[in-house]
């Protein structure tokens, strides 16, 4: 699918800029730190990134910004190619921030040679102390004026593991006075004497990310260098590393709004606190944003893309009401899921007039609204499972399902009428008895009396038992989140997932991890693939059936 560049100002900038000869090729790039699961606000950046460079035969590279190896893990790593594969896509080079700690050590160098880098003794505080405020100028640190020499061989030292951690730093010389923070003298190298995933202990000092981006971006000959706009104030001192590094290529920077959806986390540090303290069963738990999560509830990637396509990019900040999502799910599901019953809390019903012992077998569409899927075999017997909510023994007016004296349709089978209320000794209904007339069997042309309700139902003696998981939102609050919101723990809903053990129809004793059916009534349904066994069905809810949401 192509992006729409009527609300892609991303795509315009491209088009202009091979038609003015700026560019032979368009070279773009997904670029994940790996400390963390992809979520879908991630999604948005790959389907822009992978899709501009698509729509313009270009490239896209998936790049590890691999430069805090506190934080990094080989697990996330994995977990990234495999979400950016399950989206669609497939990455033209895979490079690691680390591929470049040589050439980005050297251009440090050339930086504190040409007297625009030195190493700084102040401690974390201290520098935040003299950076000053958005109202007052920063002031210099007392060893600003160190010797390009006497920077060149601590610099050394620091790369050889002679300082503690924090102990130094190395500091770009900009501006302390400049109107933009981040060019006041921003920290580019700080010590860290822990192991990477990727460079093993060769390491014990590491660029930071706003040094080492760019140079990545210039290095890997990228043209347009996509980011949210919180790196919009960053884009100052993105230029300045790459003009003052003499890198060949020049790439640009261009911010767009992030992915904000109500009702969810989009932070990963927020994620990880969810996961860490047992919120949630784990990155992949079905009520997380999380791209695995999001596979695992049963979304689909092309719902996904083509929720990201419609959404459009641009300057603005915005946030998506999550029902936008649950849309596209729908209208992607609603041709591709086979229709089936499923009963989530089961009540017994003995139709007593069925003769003992007897079951048949009735026809039924398996999507009708693709007739080309064929019809699937439901049997019916004598006992069957219907919802408790589809009875009441006390209905108000309007209420068209079962209760005494009341007949309804079975969904492709016949009328039964409700003659008899069975209770335990604490006075709970456990059991109806019932009649049905052989008369009014779906698909036989029946034109007789009319019934008002329609219920789903699943033969009890063919019946398959099964776990049901549904699904509310996991943060209680329609707002969008703030990067800083320490109470989002508060918000967290109790009642975020609810467990019900029913019962399915016999056909569903095959299905398969991933496998997605439409339950009537009920919405639609993907089979965990991690707590399904051949003994026991779990089913996830992806989406409810209807929304009042409209695009």
């Keep these: 699918m192509e992006h729409n560049s009527s609300n892609n100002f991303i795509k315009n900038i491209i088009k202009e800029d091979l038609e003015a000869g700026k560019h032979d090729k368009i070279v773009t790039r997904f670029p994940p730190e790996p400390n963390g699961y992809l979520h879908i606000g991630h999604a948005k950046s790959i389907v822009l990134n992978f899709g501009v460079a698509d729509d313009f035969n270009g490239q896209t590279n998936l790049r590890f910004d691999d430069t805090n190896p506190l934080k990094e893990d080989v697990e996330y790593v994995n977990s990234i190619k ?11 080079n895979l490079f690691f921030a680390s591929d470049y700690f040589d050439t980005m050590y050297n251009k440090a160098v050339l930086l504190i040679k040409k007297g625009l880098a030195y190493v700084d003794d102040l401690n974390a505080d201290e520098i935040r102390e003299y950076r000053g405020t958005l109202t007052e100028p920063g002031k210099n640190s007392p060893y600003r004026d160190r010797t390009s ?20 730093v190395l500091r770009a010389k900009i501006d302390m006075s400049s109107p933009n923070i ?25 660029p930071m990310y706003a040094f080492a981006h760019p140079l990545e971006d210039a290095i890997e000959g990228v043209t347009h260098s ?12 993105y230029d300045w590393v790459i003009e003052k590094c003499e890198m060949e290529s020049t790439p640009r920077q261009y911010e767009f709004g992030r992915l904000n959806l109500t009702n969810t986390v989009m932070s990963k540090r927020k994620l990880k606190q969810l996961v860490d303290e047992k919120f949630v069963d784990g990155w992949d738990d079905p009520r997380m944003p999380t791209i695995s999560g999001l596979k695992r509830r049963g979304y689909t990637p092309e719902a996904i893309r083509a929720f990201c396509h ?33 009963i989530i809390k089961p009540l017994k019903v003995v139709i007593t007039n069925y003769p003992e012992g007897e079951t048949e077998w009735l026809d039924a569409e398996i999507n009708p609204e693709v007739p080309e899927m064929g019809t ?33 349709r079975l969904k492709h089978a016949y009328f039964i009428k409700c003659e008899e209320v069975i209770k335990d000794d604490e006075g709970n209904v456990i059991e109806l008895r019932c009649t ?8 036989t042309g029946f034109t007789g009396r009319k019934v008002k309700g329609t219920l789903h139902w699943v033969d009890a003696t063919h019946a398959v038992p099964a776990e049901f998981r549904n699904y509310q939102p996991l943060i209680l609050d329609e707002e969008a989140e703030e990067e800083e919101d320490k109470t989002f ?59 009042s949401f409209k695009i």
């Design 376 to 408: 699937r075999q439901i049997p019916f017997s004598r006992e069957i499972y219907i919802e408790q909510e589809d009875f009441m023994e006390n209905p108000p007016k309007k209420y068209f399902r079962l209760f005494p004296g009341n007949e309804v």
């Design 436 to 443: 049905y007339d052989p008369e009014t069997k779906s698909g």
């Design 149 to 168: 020499e006497e920077n060149l061989e601590l610099f050394e030292k620091m790369r050889n593991g002679e300082f503690a951690n924090g102990e130094k």
């Design 226 to 237: 996509l980011c949210t706009l919180e790196f919009e104030d960053q884009r100052p001192l």
């Design 310 to 342: 419609e959404i459009g990019v641009s300057k603005a900040y915005g946030t998506v009401d999550s029902q936008m999502l649950e849309h596209f799910v729908r209208e992607d599901l609603k041709l591709k899921a086979p229709r089936t019953m499923g």
């Design 489 to 547: 723990l508060e918000r967290v809903n109790p009642n975020s997932l609810e467990i019900f053990n029913g019962f399915v129809e016999p056909n569903m004793k095959e299905v398969k991890a991933h496998d997605k059916f439409q339950f009537f009534r009920h919405g639609y349904y993907n089979v965990d693939p991690k707590l399904t066994t051949n003994e026991h069905l779990v089913f996830n809810q992806i989406v409810s059936l209807k929304s």
């Design 82 to 92: 495999e979400d950016v594969k399950w989206l669609g896509y497939e990455w033209d």
């Design 182 to 206: 981040n060019l006041r003298d921003p920290v580019i190298y700080r010590i860290s004497h822990t192991e990477h995933h990727n460079t093993g202990d060769k390491w014990c000092i590491y």
